[in-house]
């Protein structure tokens, strides 16, 4: 499968405890974006990088969440101390150059905070 | 402030109906992208088709056409002929700016057997 692949598919944790979250991009792809989708809601930017920096950060991106992509190849996103408001899928995204290039999507992490 | 709107939240339609689904947004830029990626039932998002802002040549792919006009700042997508596996949430977006992206809120589509 060389699709892009996110794991894991869901995650419940209860409030105040910190989850990581991976994704896996197709692998000639330098751009790498999350996105957090709730429900009846289209998916809200929250960051990308190219290659292995991180260029832009939504303001959604609270200092409880980060995100890395060492080497430029995978990426973790992390959220610390979660709130209920966390909750949400969290998805992941590849494309070859910018976002005004196709994107190719993963399935998402559900994450549910209790 | 950019914006995309999807005013049709869900809409139910009998399958071989055709069904157009609606996307108006606004922009300043002169330079921008307009994107309808496809969501099913297993979530993953699916590319359907983009559309800079320089070329408001319609396009037609199968079943599906969509028809843009800078005039009333709207990118339309309509399916002919529907079919059961078209049933999806559907969403328009912007690609604007310094490589910045805004979604709508999306077009949930039933198409009933």
């Known amino acids: 499968d060389t699709g892009v692949s996110q794991n894991p598919r869901h995650k419940i944790t209860k409030r105040g405890q910190n989850v990581t979250f991976r994704c896996d991009p197709i692998s000639e792809h330098n751009r790498l974006y999350w996105y957090r989708q709730t429900l009846g809601q289209g998916p809200e930017f929250l960051t990308y990088f190219q290659n292995e920096a991180q260029l832009e950060k939504s303001r959604l991106l609270s200092d409880r969440f980060s995100a890395e992509r060492p080497k430029g190849s995978f990426s973790t996103l992390e959220i610390q101390r979660t709130e209920q408001g966390d909750s949400a899928m969290y998805l992941c995204?590849?494309?070859?150059?910018?976002?005004?290039?196709?994107?190719?999507f993963g399935p998402g992490t559900r994450l549910t905070v209790l | 402030a950019q914006k995309v709107t999807q005013a049709q939240t869900e809409i139910s339609v009998v399958e071989k109906e055709d069904v157009t689904l609606d996307c108006v947004y606004e922009t300043r830029d002169t330079t921008y992208y307009l994107f309808w990626y496809k969501q099913p039932p297993s979530g993953e998002l699916v590319f359907l088709i983009r559309r800079n802002s320089f070329d408001e040549q319609n396009e037609i792919s199968g079943r599906y056409s969509w028809n843009f006009q800078k005039s009333t700042s709207s990118f339309n997508f309509t399916i002919t002929a529907s079919q059961v596996v078209d049933s999806a949430v559907y969403f328009c977006?912007?690609?604007?700016?310094?490589?910045?992206?805004?979604f709508g809120k999306g077009t949930r589509l039933h198409i009933l057997p």
């Open positions: 977006a912007l690609v604007y700016g310094d490589d910045k992206i805004i």
């Open positions: 995204a590849s494309s070859l150059r910018t976002l005004s290039s196709e994107q190719f």
